[in-house]
């Protein structure tokens, strides 16, 4: 099987910079994906890593580090918009490639 | 580009009732998810369709749920009888099927939020 953990809850300021990380253990991993989940929405795609190092698109940029098991996510110039939850969710090829979530991380932007 | 659809956003039923969720993937996209999500954590699979065959229903409790993609392009998730604990947002996704065992990023629909009374 497989587990993702992630922080369930993070607070940061309006123009900082906040970092989510995710950690996972997978037998067959195949990509860890980032989406962003606002309250009563449907999940969007943020962002996908494959091989290791950093995927930079606009105020985001996501990590990974396959033989840590460790992706973070990274968000710049935080707007009020950004509060969210933060999806982490890993593909397992010995899994049928299908993907499994953690449980998010819940995101509160302050003025 | 048109989005994934789904209807109704909203049910409210009764425990012991029966409930269809519809979902209209993007077109072209051959694969098709089904997850179910509870407040407060994240989406958990389950069904997968390739096409109108299921590729993974193992967290399907078959027992109440159903699901069929018929003509491999719309489907519906029946649940009959509903409990309690079923009360969550559905989720269908869809995805470009690349090959080899591939698919591409998948694409979430605005989910139906089922509340069990």
């Known amino acids: 099987g497989q587990n993702i953990d992630q922080p369930t809850e993070m607070t940061a300021t309006e123009g900082a910079i906040v970092q989510i990380n995710c950690t996972y253990q997978?037998?067959?991993?195949?990509?860890l994906f980032w989406y962003q989940q606002h309250a009563g929405e449907a999940p969007t795609f943020l962002s996908y890593?494959?091989?290791?190092g950093l995927e930079e698109k606009g105020r985001f940029s996501s990590f990974l580090s396959r033989s840590k098991g460790y992706s973070y996510l990274l968000l710049k110039e935080l707007q009020m918009k950004d509060s969210a939850s933060y999806l982490c969710?890993?593909?397992?090829?010995?899994?049928?490639?299908?993907?499994?979530f953690g449980g998010g991380t819940r995101l509160m932007v302050k003025p | 580009e048109a989005g994934v659809a789904q209807s109704p956003r909203y049910k409210i039923i009764e425990k012991r009732q029966s409930v269809a969720f519809w979902c209209n993937p993007i077109?072209?996209?051959?694969?098709l998810y089904w997850y179910q999500q509870i407040l407060g954590q994240g989406p958990k699979l389950l069904i997968q369709?390739?096409?109108?065959?299921?590729?993974?229903d193992s967290q399907l409790p078959k027992d109440r749920f159903s699901a069929e993609r018929l003509k491999g392009v719309d489907s519906t998730l029946k649940i009959q009888p509903a409990k309690l604990e079923d009360s969550a947002v559905y989720l269908c996704?869809?995805?470009?099927?690349?090959?080899?065992?591939?698919?591409?990023?998948?694409?979430f629909g605005p989910g139906t939020r089922l509340t069990v009374l």
């Open positions: 996704a869809s995805s470009r099927w690349t090959g080899a065992g591939h698919t591409d990023t998948q694409y």
């Open positions: 997978t037998s067959g991993f195949n990509g």
């Open positions: 969710a890993v593909r397992d090829r010995n899994a049928g490639n299908m993907l499994t």
């Open positions: 369709f390739q096409n109108n065959g299921v590729v993974d």
């Open positions: 077109s072209g996209h051959a694969t």
């Open positions: 890593n494959v091989l290791d």
